[in-house]
């Protein structure tokens, strides 16, 4: 069964600290994202990348940062955790515009809840 | 910029009845694909339903159909026998022909009443 995971599900760091969330995908996905998921707002992009140790930005990436050494592995970098940074974080991939069926949908990971204290 | 809008926070069905989640978007495109994706209390987001904005016929998969209004920009889900496993958080997401991220909406959250 092809997979996302996620290192953690549920987080407790404390203000200042910085905050790796690691996610790694089994399918050779080309494409890799991490999201932001809060009550009312859905979810949103923080960072995305296409490729090995290539990045973008997504709508919200102020005091993120990410790392992709490796195809299968996706990592959020919280520099310094602060409160408004509590959230759920959901990793997922998707199949590249250089893969065949690149209309298909992402598969997500099962998500991290991380709280910031 | 592409937005997506789910106007309603909360929604709730009687077993074995049908429900519609609404969903509406902003683009200027006209090569694009919309989704569904239904997110259970295990957090595991599932993708439920797809349609190509070029294809006039609606998307349907067995108990969920769409109701796609191109020139309304309208993206409903249909649930048609509900069940209660159908409890979750519905996700409406948008993403553009040659564009690698989705867009989503603000999210539903369905219960089923039994």
């Known amino acids: 069964d092809v997979k996302v995971t996620q290192s953690s599900r549920y987080l407790v760091k404390r203000t200042g600290e910085k905050v790796f969330l690691e996610c790694v995908q089994d399918?050779?996905?080309?494409?890799m994202f991490w999201y932001r998921q809060d009550p009312g707002l859905g979810l949103r992009l923080i960072y995305f990348?296409?490729?090995?140790?290539?990045?973008e930005k997504g709508d919200i990436p102020e005091g993120y940062s990410v790392s992709r050494e490796k195809k299968e592995r996706f990592s959020l970098i919280l520099e310094s955790a602060s409160t408004n940074q509590t959230s759920m974080y959901l990793c997922a991939s998707s199949l590249g515009r250089g893969q065949t069926n690149p209309t298909l949908g992402y598969t997500f990971g099962s998500g991290t809840r991380l709280t910031v204290v | 910029a592409q937005t997506v809008t789910q106007s309603q926070p909360e929604m709730s069905v009687q077993e074995a009845e049908t429900v519609t989640l609404s969903c509406t978007y902003d683009?200027?495109?006209?090569?694009?694909?919309l989704f569904w994706y239904k997110q259970p209390p295990s957090r595991q987001m599932i993708l439920v339903i797809r349609q190509e904005a070029y294809k006039q016929q609606n998307a349907t998969e067995n108990r969920f159909s769409v109701n796609f209004q191109k020139a309304a920009k309208s993206f409903s889900l249909k649930i048609s026998d509900s069940q209660l496993g159908d409890a979750a958080m519905y996700f409406c997401?948008?993403?553009?022909?040659?564009?690698?991220?989705?867009?989503f909406g603000q999210g539903t959250r369905l219960t089923i009443n039994p």
């Open positions: 399918m050779d996905h080309e494409n």
């Open positions: 683009t200027s495109e006209s090569d694009y694909y």
């Open positions: 990348s296409y490729d090995v140790k290539m990045k």
């Open positions: 997401a948008y993403r553009r022909e040659g564009a690698q991220k989705l867009v």
